[in-house]
């Protein structure tokens, strides 16, 4: 690990005008940053400390959530509103990782966590273009049962390790920011990026960006979401593939649906052809099974993940066969 100072910022000014002045991280919990800083994947000069800084849960006036950036995950899981109202983020959280990693890990530290793959953490034996660009990707003809089968790229197979990002792409969350270009907001689905040609951007943010908040909007229907993993082994692991979903019936035709998935993407990948093959229609195995296909149109398995192609659409037609039956 290389040397670096720490300053604990007063408010979020001062830990802009800190994380403007040289070549800064924000460091919230810290579960991921300290390991790559250790593996000397990432090298910053200065860590701000931000926890001190947007940790409190506060209701919007439309009746949804404004979830500090510093929320631990422990105590997002556990809120009132949150296991009530949007079920699913409760347990994506509580799938994530182990009870010690929850009660550390921060609500923005989780959305920038970086990906899990194998041969990015491989400093000194393997080429990823994610690592050091223009090196090559050894997980495309390695072992890569755990990488990508949608929005992949030459250049990566990396996936996206975040559980509780999968439910806030289900969700329709809004991100807040503050930055050079004063405070704005953007889709969360618009914060992480496909790898493409730039595989080393995981996200849209510009230099010296810090999230503040993110925003859960009023959202009945996802009273009625799940979230489900599917991992090798039920304890602390990443998932192989997870969903994230939620839907609402009128009698027996599927009013709206919302649908994400994990551990297939560089991101959280937002399943909105399966959504819109759904909206409107009956709600049965069959209407199920034809989203699933719909969405997995695109799928491009490498040699070691084929599986993940049938796995997903298993997770599909099962999951929501079961919000559907609850529903009813």
Not at 126 to 137: D, E, I, V, W, Y
Request: aromatic share 4%; charged share 25%.
């Amino acid at each position: 690990m290389n040397p670096f100072n720490y300053v604990r910022a007063d408010d979020t000014g001062h830990a802009l005008r800190l994380g403007a002045s040289v070549e800064a991280a924000y460091l919230g919990g810290g579960t991921n940053l300290v390991d790559l800083m250790r593996e000397t994947i990432t090298r910053p000069e200065m860590l701000v400390d931000v926890t001190g800084l947007s940790d409190t849960i506060v209701e919007t006036e439309g009746g949804g959530l404004l979830i500090g950036a510093a929320v631990r995950n422990t105590s997002l899981a556990a809120h009132r509103a949150v296991r009530s109202r949007y079920p699913v983020l409760t347990r994506a959280i509580l799938a994530g990782a182990s009870p010690q990693i929850r009660n550390m890990a921060t609500v923005g530290g989780n959305m920038l966590q970086r990906t899990r793959c194998g041969y990015f953490y491989d400093v000194d034996g393997s080429r990823c273009n994610k690592r050091a660009p223009g090196t090559g990707c050894d997980a495309r003809e390695g072992f890569n049962r755990n990488h990508a089968i949608l929005g992949a790229s030459e250049l990566c197979v990396a996936t996206h390790p975040s559980d509780m990002c999968v439910a806030l792409a289900a969700l329709d969350a809004t991100v807040h920011l503050r930055g050079k270009r004063g405070s704005r907001t953007l889709p969360f689905t618009e914060l992480h990026r496909l790898p493409l040609e730039n595989p080393e951007i995981d996200t849209v943010l510009e230099s010296g960006d810090l999230i503040t908040a993110v925003e859960l909007p009023p959202l009945p229907l996802a009273e009625a979401s799940t979230y489900r993993k599917v991992r090798d082994r039920a304890s602390y692991a990443f998932a192989l593939v997870s969903i994230a979903a939620a839907l609402k019936l009128d009698g027996d035709r599927i009013e709206d649906v919302r649908i994400a998935l994990g551990g297939v993407a560089h991101k959280p990948w937002r399943a909105l052809k399966a959504e819109a093959v759904l909206r409107n229609g009956p709600a049965t195995q069959a209407a199920f099974r034809a989203a699933a296909a719909e969405e997995l149109t695109d799928a491009v398995p490498l040699r070691d993940n084929a599986f993940k192609v049938d796995l997903v659409a298993r997770l599909i037609i099962a999951v929501l066969g079961d919000l559907a039956g609850a529903a009813a």
